[in-house]
């Protein structure tokens, strides 16, 4: 029977139980702070990341991982038997990484065969889809199989978010000084919606708690739901709003996990980001 393993990046924001998988690994970004890097999860965990950034004035910076990083999990995989790899990563919309596993890819020459695929997600948008190529692969699945599991599942993921402050959006250039000041002054939650890869500014809340409903109604209108993940940054309300997901798709586990440094750097403290795997896509 043939083996597959699965390789991600350190953007999906796994939950420990399946970051630990035996059949999968993941390849870290590095975070910059001034001169010092780090790299994500494996020397910087998610606490000492908060902790450095409440610490120092200028916003850390992320970077994909390099060719050769993806080179050496391809070939670990293969030394340890597997017959192919389906390498799932951060939307290259958002990321070099994407690039730097193709490149990884077309080196190995008659190694190991790699599927590289663009998941057009992130966080645990791309974790459900790294979580269903794990499955897919224990159960048996082959090469193309896997690959085609994932590819079924990248049209029926959907994810969205929403800040608890503007200061990191600020702080890392995306949006001006100005802006952020009027933000702040007018107490505007904004709402994220990831749409075809790239991060697009959703309806902006005057509360919180109607930023959080907003996440669900816009979920729930997408139709049939089949997997629920909660992720977010040290947010102090992160229980109501699991109250408010589990009232909504009761019957359902929902996984929930920490965002981690890659998407922190954008998003700051507080940030929550529903992300949902629908029974079938709607357009």
């Not at 994500?40 to 990341?49: G, K, P, V, W």
């Not at 790699?114 to 992130?122: F, H, K, M």
Request: charged share 25%; proline share 5%.
């Amino acid at each position: 029977m043939a083996r597959v393993e699965v390789v991600t990046d350190s953007a999906s924001d796994l939950p420990v139980d399946i970051a630990h998988s035996d059949n999968l690994a993941i390849v870290p970004l590095t975070i910059r702070f001034g001169a010092v890097e780090l790299r994500d999860r494996s020397e910087l965990s998610i606490d000492e990341f908060w902790e450095r950034c409440e610490s120092q004035d200028s916003p850390p910076e992320t970077s994909a991982p390099a060719p050769g990083d993806f080179r050496e999990a391809f070939l670990a995989a293969a030394d340890r038997g597997a017959d192919g790899v389906v390498c799932v990563t951060m939307s290259s919309s958002l990321s070099a990484t994407y690039q730097s596993a193709l490149t990884a890819a077309a080196d190995l020459g008659d190694r190991i065969r790699v599927e590289v695929i663009d998941s057009r997600s992130v966080t645990m948008g791309e974790g459900l889809i790294v979580d269903r190529a794990l499955r897919v692969a224990r159960e048996g699945g082959s090469l193309d199989g896997v690959a085609s599991a994932v590819a079924d599942l990248i049209p029926r993921v959907r994810v969205r978010g929403t800040l608890d402050t503007l200061d990191y959006l600020r702080r890392g250039g995306r949006i001006g000084n100005a802006q952020a000041l009027l933000g702040s002054l007018l107490a505007i939650k904004p709402t994220l919606v990831l749409h075809e890869g790239r991060v697009e500014p959703g309806q902006r809340q005057r509360t919180r708690g109607r930023a959080l409903r907003q996440l669900v109604d816009e979920g729930r209108s997408e139709g049939l739901v089949e997997r629920v993940a909660v992720v977010h940054a040290h947010a102090r309300d992160i229980e109501d709003f699991l109250s408010l997901v589990k009232e909504t798709w009761p019957g359902l586990d929902v996984v929930v996990s920490e965002l981690g440094p890659v998407i922190g750097t954008h998003a700051g403290p507080g940030a929550i980001g529903l992300c949902l795997q629908l029974a079938n896509p709607i357009s």
